[in-house]
C-alpha cells in the first residue's frame, strides 16, 4: 500500500470513528478529547496527502507549515486525551505540563510558519537561539516532546497497576495502555522522521493501529455500556468505517483512471456513484440490518425490533437493565466504596461489584419505582474506611432511583417486545398471504391451462370415509421422511386438515399421536415427523426456511388453505346447503 492510500485511510477512519464517538455522547469529556486527537490525526493526514498529490507551489507550503503546526500540538492532545480518560481535571503538575506542552507547541509551530527558512534543526548548529545552539534547542524541544508522551504513557501505567483488583477497569486500561504507547512510538518516529524520512511508514502504521485500540478504549470505558454493547460498538464502528474507507479509495481510484482515459476532468464515476449511493443507501441498510438480526439471535430479535420502533441507535443500544453494572463500578470509584450488590424482591442476587463487607457497615437502600419495589441495593464500606459524606449519600440515593428506574423499563420492553414479536409474526404472515394472492394473479394472467387441470395441481382430500389425498391424480401412500413415521405424519395432516383457522397446539399433537412417549422424546419425534410431512407436501421446496404449507402463529399450527384444490367435505356441505334452500325435493335429493 502507497503512502497517500495509506495516509488516506487513517484520515477516513480517524474522521470516522471520531465524528461516530462524539456524535453518540456529545457531553461526555472523554468522547471530546476522542474526537479532539481524531480531528489532529485526520487533519494531519490529509494536511500530508495534500501536500504530495498537488503541483502548486503555494499550496505545498501552506500544507507544510499546516503538518509542523499539527505534528507539534499532536504530544499536548495524546496528553489532553489521557488526563480525561483516568477522570482527571489537570491540576497542579499535570495542568502546567498540559498548558506547557499545548503553549509551546503553538509557539514552535508558529516560529516554522514565521521563519521556514530557518528552521530549529538538530543539523543546525550554527544558528543560536540567546546564546544556545541551535541544534541543541532542538533536541531539547524533541527531549520534551518525548517527556510529555512517556508522562503520557506512565500515568496510564500507573492507573492500571492500581486497578489490579478491579478486573474490568483493570482490562480497559490495558486497552488504553497498549493505544497509548503504541501512539506515543509512532508520533515519536514521525517527530524524528523529519531528520531521518525513511522512518515515516513505520510512524504511519502504528498511527493506524492505535486509533483502532483508543477507539476500543473509549466505547468500553463509557459509564453505562456494558462489555457486551461495547464490543459492538466497536466492530460496528470499525467495520463500517473500514468499509467507508475503502469504498472511498476504489471511487478515487476508479475516478482518476476514467479521467486518464476519457481524457476529460469530468467526475464522471464520482457523480453515478453518489447516485447510485443514494439509491442504494436504504435497501442496503436494510439488507445489513437484516443480516444483524440473523447474527443477534432469535432472543435478541424482538428487542431489537423494538428499540428500531423506539428510534434508537443500534450501534449502541442495550437492555436498560445491562447499564447498571458499569454504573456500580464507576459509581464505587468516584465515591471509593469496595462494592455493591443488587438484590431482587426474592432476594436473589442480579448484579454486584467488588465487595460489600459486613452488613453492619453497609448502606442498604430500597429500589422502589412509583408504588412498585423492585428489590435492594447494598452498598459496602468505603476504602479507606471512612464514613459517607452527605453529598455522597445524597448520591447514592440518586443511584438507587436510577436502578429501580433501570429495571422497571427493562421488565416493561421485555413485555412489549414480545407484544411486537407477535404483530410482526402476523405482519410476516399476511405479506406471505398477499405475495401468494399476486402469484396466484400472476399466474392466472399467464397460464392458460384448463379448470380441471387447475384443481388437479393442488391437493385433493377425501375426508367422509377413509382418508385419501392424491396430487396429479395420484395417491399419497408415503407422507413422512426415511426417519419420520408415515402413519403419525398421516395423522398430523388430519389433524391440521380437520381444525382448518382453528389450528392445533403442539401440546394437543403429543397426547393425540405420541400419548405414552416421554415428553422429550415426543417432542423430538413430532418436529421430524412434522420436517417430513412439510417435504411430502412441498417437494420443490430446497430449504426448511422456505416451507409454507404449515405455518405456525401464535403458537398454533395451521394447514395453508390454498394447498388444497378440492375437498369431499367442502364439496359436500355446498351441495347440502344448496339442497336447503331449492323448492323443488328431488332436485335437493
Same mark, same amino acid.
Request: proline share 4%; aromatic share 8%; with cysteine.
Given at each position: 500500500?502507497?503512502?497517500? *492510500?495509506?495516509?488516506? #485511510?487513517?484520515?477516513? @477512519? $480517524?474522521? =470516522? ?6 456524535? !453518540?455522547?456529545? +457531553? &461526555? ?113 524533541? *527531549?520534551?516532546?518525548? #517527556?510529555?508522551?512517556? @508522562? $503520557?504513557? =506512565? ?6 497497576? !492500581?486497578?489490579? +483488583? &478491579? ?423
Amino acid at each position: 500500500m502507497s503512502q497517500v *492510500a495509506l495516509e488516506t #485511510l487513517i484520515a477516513l @477512519l $480517524a474522521t =470516522w470513528l471520531g465524528a461516530t464517538v462524539v456524535a !453518540r455522547t456529545p +457531553r &461526555d469529556r472523554v468522547a471530546r478529547a476522542f474526537g479532539l486527537m481524531m480531528a489532529l490525526a485526520a487533519t494531519w493526514s490529509l494536511t500530508r496527502i495534500v501536500w504530495r498529490l498537488t503541483g502548486d507551489d503555494t499550496v505545498r507550503q501552506t500544507m507544510a507549515h499546516a503538518e509542523v503546526v499539527l505534528a507539534e500540538l499532536a504530544p499536548a492532545t495524546v496528553l489532553s486525551f489521557v488526563l480525561a480518560y483516568l477522570q482527571r481535571r489537570p491540576r497542579g503538575a499535570q495542568l502546567v505540563l498540559l498548558t506547557l506542552a499545548t503553549v509551546a507547541g503553538l509557539a514552535v509551530g508558529l516560529a516554522a510558519i514565521i521563519a521556514p527558512d530557518r528552521p530549529i534543526s538538530p543539523t543546525d548548529p550554527e544558528r543560536l537561539f540567546g546564546g544556545t545552539a541551535g541544534a541543541v534547542v532542538a533536541w531539547g524541544w524533541i *527531549a520534551f516532546r518525548a #517527556l510529555v508522551l512517556a @508522562l $503520557a504513557f =506512565w500515568w496510564t501505567w500507573r492507573a492500571w497497576r !492500581r486497578a489490579a +483488583r &478491579d478486573e474490568v477497569r483493570h482490562r480497559q486500561l490495558l486497552l488504553v495502555l497498549v493505544a497509548i504507547g503504541l501512539g506515543a512510538a509512532s508520533i515519536f518516529t514521525l517527530i524524528l522522521a523529519h531528520q531521518f524520512a525513511p522512518l515515516a511508514p513505520f510512524g504511519t502504521f502504528g498511527l493506524a493501529g492505535s486509533i483502532g485500540l483508543a477507539t476500543y478504549a473509549v466505547f468500553g470505558g463509557a459509564v453505562f455500556i456494558a462489555p457486551t454493547a461495547a464490543r459492538r460498538s466497536f466492530w460496528l464502528s470499525l467495520g463500517t468505517g473500514t468499509l467507508t474507507a475503502f469504498y472511498i479509495l476504489a471511487l478515487l481510484g476508479l475516478d482518476r483512471l476514467a479521467r486518464r482515459l476519457l481524457v476529460t476532468e469530468a467526475p464522471i464515476v464520482t457523480t453515478i456513484a453518489l447516485a447510485l449511493t443514494i439509491a442504494l443507501f436504504d435497501p442496503v441498510r436494510d439488507q445489513v440490518r437484516r443480516l444483524l438480526d440473523r447474527l443477534a439471535g432469535r432472543r435478541e430479535l424482538p428487542y431489537r425490533r423494538l428499540l428500531r420502533a423506539f428510534g434508537d441507535e443500534l450501534l449502541t443500544a442495550q437492555r436498560p437493565d445491562e447499564a447498571i453494572g458499569p454504573a456500580l463500578g464507576s459509581l464505587c470509584r468516584a465515591i471509593g466504596a469496595r462494592g455493591a450488590t443488587i438484590y431482587d424482591v426474592a432476594d436473589a442476587r442480579l448484579t454486584s461489584y467488588g465487595q460489600t463487607g459486613g452488613a453492619e457497615e453497609a448502606i442498604i437502600l430500597p429500589l422502589s419505582s412509583g408504588n412498585q419495589l423492585h428489590g435492594r441495593v447494598v452498598f459496602g464500606p468505603k476504602q479507606p474506611p471512612l464514613p459517607y459524606t452527605r453529598r455522597e449519600r445524597d448520591l447514592l440515593d440518586h443511584a438507587a432511583g436510577f436502578i429501580a428506574a433501570a429495571l422497571q423499563l427493562a421488565a416493561r420492553q421485555q413485555a412489549q417486545a414480545l407484544t411486537l414479536e407477535s404483530l410482526a409474526a402476523e405482519r410476516n404472515a399476511f405479506q406471505e398471504r398477499e405475495r401468494a394472492l399476486a402469484t396466484a394473479l400472476a399466474e392466472l394472467a399467464t397460464n392458460q391451462t384448463t379448470p380441471a387441470e387447475k384443481e388437479q395441481a393442488g391437493l385433493q382430500v377425501y375426508a367422509l370415509g377413509p382418508l385419501r389425498v392424491e396430487r396429479d391424480g395420484v395417491a399419497l401412500r408415503q407422507w413422512g421422511g426415511a426417519k419420520a413415521g408415515s402413519r403419525q405424519a398421516e395423522a398430523i395432516f388430519a389433524f391440521l386438515f380437520d381444525r382448518g383457522e382453528r389450528g392445533v397446539a403442539k401440546d394437543e399433537f403429543l397426547e393425540l399421536i405420541w400419548p405414552d412417549v416421554l415428553i422429550d422424546k415426543a417432542d423430538l419425534a413430532f418436529h421430524r415427523t412434522l420436517g417430513g410431512l412439510r417435504r411430502t407436501l412441498e417437494p420443490q421446496i430446497k430449504r426448511a426456511s422456505d416451507a409454507t404449507a404449515i405455518t405456525f402463529h401464535n403458537d398454533r399450527y395451521r394447514l395453508d388453505p390454498a394447498l388444497i384444490a378440492w375437498n369431499d367435505l367442502a364439496a359436500f356441505e355446498e351441495r347440502t346447503a344448496a339442497a336447503s334452500v331449492t323448492a323443488d325435493p328431488d332436485a335437493s335429493l
